[in-house]
């Protein structure tokens, strides 16, 4: 089960949802003191994503290449 929740396969991944991102993102950050792009990572990771430019590649539906 741990295994499908954290699946990064494109059939598996929910729309992505920008305000819920930026919130997740936000509260880890604040709660656990991470920096911003480690929290980003983690709040694209809990839509289904491998880190936050495969997010926002989703996001603007580009490539990740074009992202970098």
């Known amino acids: ?3 499908a929740r954290n699946c990064t396969n494109s059939t598996n991944r929910v729309p ?3 305000d819920e991102f930026e919130e997740r993102a936000a509260i880890i950050e604040f709660d656990a003191g991470l920096a911003r ?3 980003e990572d983690l709040a694209a990771r809990a839509q289904g994503y491998g880190d ?3 997010f926002r590649a989703a996001v ?3 490539t990740e290449e074009d992202i970098l």
Do not use: W
Request: aromatic share 0%.
């Open 1 to 3: 089960a741990e295994e």
């Open 16 to 18: 992505p949802n920008v």
């Open 37 to 39: 792009r480690p929290a």
């Open 52 to 54: 936050v430019i495969e």
């Open 60 to 62: 603007l539906g580009d």
